[in-house]
């Protein structure tokens, strides 16, 4: 499903991609953001607490098999993925925040996604042959928060050296999903074509209703219709290459290639629903920010009291 050649630019990419997004951040945004933690503690409960839930409840209604069961659980314990801050920011999204819950989500993930995929895959009973070690996990996840913590002494140290990886990474996460769907849909046309229907209303359902559950519980915790939105993208849109490089962890062979399906159109998939979100969340907040400045000009200027 992915040439050797593909495994390893992935491979490469997310530790780039990771030490983008770690010379996003300085000590600094910490200490701010957890003044007033409220939005992401929303966002971890949403990242680890509906996403998991919803792939567990898609794989039980829809009567996944084990391999794309697995996948789909797997997929949904993921922390967020880098790419949601690009669409943060085009959604005209609060950046800060969705930089800050991928980077919280991600370093979490080391503890909380195992813990996860145990019980979820003990719920649902899968057969041992499809358990995802621990150790795969966790080794994958540790490896890829050292270069997110050398990204952030990079920004301290040298701030314009910090700012330019920064960029680079952010356009890397673009150009390795836009290089993996150019080479690996034509490549797996027959594939796409046989795959039954259940597995993507799975692999697209997931996405979907995380951002639905993700904007409606910030909605109820009274986040800003901004905020909210941008909590909505950030669950939504999981790792998808992290879950790919655990998967070819794990397995090998012909449990590889099921395993890998769901991880794999989910990626392609988030892509385009994401684009499609991003558009309608712009629309809205550029007419939020129309009817602001409307009754700015209505109400006029504060005048000063006598």
Request: net charge positive; aromatic share 8%; charged share 10%.
């Given at each position: 499903?992915?040439?050797?050649?593909?495994?390893?630019?992935?491979?490469?990419?997310?530790?780039?991609?990771?030490?983008?997004?770690?010379?996003?951040?300085?000590?600094?945004?910490?200490?701010?953001?957890?003044r007033k933690p409220k939005g992401i503690l929303i966002?971890?409960?949403?990242?680890?607490?509906?996403?998991?839930?919803?792939?567990?409840?898609?794989?039980?209604?829809?009567?996944?098999?084990?391999?794309?069961?697995?996948?789909?659980?797997?997929?949904?314990?993921?922390?967020?993925?880098?790419?949601?801050?690009?669409?943060?920011?085009?959604?005209?999204?609060?950046?800060?925040?969705?930089?800050?819950?991928?980077?919280?989500?991600?370093?979490?993930?080391?503890?909380?996604?195992?813990?996860?995929?145990?019980?979820?895959?003990?719920?649902?009973?899968?057969?041992?042959?499809f358990t995802v070690p621990a150790g795969n996990v966790?080794?994958?996840?540790?490896?890829?928060?050292?270069?997110?913590?050398?990204?952030?002494?990079?920004?301290?140290?040298?701030?314009?050296?910090?700012?330019?990886?920064?960029?680079?990474?952010?356009?890397?996460?673009?150009?390795?999903?836009?290089?993996?769907?150019?080479?690996?849909?034509?490549?797996?046309?027959?594939?796409?074509?046989?795959?039954?229907?259940?597995?993507?209303?799975?692999?697209?359902?997931?996405?979907?209703?995380?951002?639905?559950?993700?904007?409606?519980?910030?909605?109820?915790?009274?986040?800003?219709?901004?905020?909210?939105?941008?909590?909505?993208?950030?669950?939504?849109?999981?790792?998808?290459?992290?879950?790919?490089?655990?998967?070819?962890?794990?397995?090998?062979?012909?449990?590889?290639?099921?395993?890998?399906?769901?991880?794999?159109?989910?990626?392609?998939?988030?892509?385009?629903?994401?684009?499609?979100?991003?558009?309608?969340?712009?629309?809205?907040?550029?007419?939020?920010?129309?009817?602001?400045?409307?009754?700015?000009?209505?109400?006029?200027?504060?005048?000063?009291?006598?």
């Amino acid at each position: 499903m992915l040439s050797e050649f593909e495994t390893q630019l992935l491979g490469v990419m997310m530790m780039l991609i990771m030490l983008g997004m770690g010379a996003s951040l300085t000590f600094k945004d910490f200490r701010i953001a957890f003044r007033k933690p409220k939005g992401i503690l929303i966002g971890l409960v949403c990242q680890y607490g509906i996403m998991p839930f919803v792939a567990y409840t898609l794989a039980l209604l829809l009567g996944l098999a084990p391999a794309l069961a697995i996948g789909l659980i797997l997929m949904g314990c993921m922390p967020g993925g880098t790419t949601s801050n690009i669409f943060a920011y085009f959604s005209k999204g609060t950046l800060a925040l969705s930089i800050m819950m991928t980077i919280c989500s991600t370093l979490v993930a080391v503890a909380v996604v195992p813990l996860l995929l145990a019980f979820y895959s003990g719920l649902k009973d899968l057969p041992a042959e499809f358990t995802v070690p621990a150790g795969n996990v966790a080794q994958v996840l540790v490896v890829l928060i050292v270069p997110t913590l050398i990204g952030i002494v990079l920004r301290k140290w040298k701030p314009n050296v910090g700012a330019t990886i920064e960029l680079i990474g952010g356009l890397l996460g673009v150009f390795v999903i836009l290089f993996l769907i150019v080479t690996w849909v034509p490549r797996n046309h027959m594939l796409l074509a046989t795959t039954p229907w259940e597995v993507y209303v799975a692999a697209v359902g997931l996405g979907i209703v995380g951002m639905l559950l993700g904007f409606g519980l910030s909605r109820l915790f009274r986040q800003d219709p901004v905020r909210s939105r941008t909590i909505a993208l950030e669950t939504g849109i999981q790792n998808g290459p992290l879950a790919v490089l655990i998967v070819l962890l794990t397995f090998a062979g012909e449990k590889q290639q099921q395993v890998l399906l769901i991880p794999v159109l989910y990626s392609l998939f988030i892509v385009l629903t994401s684009s499609a979100v991003t558009v309608w969340f712009r629309r809205l907040s550029t007419r939020e920010e129309l009817a602001r400045d409307q009754a700015k000009v209505v109400t006029g200027p504060a005048r000063p009291v006598a």
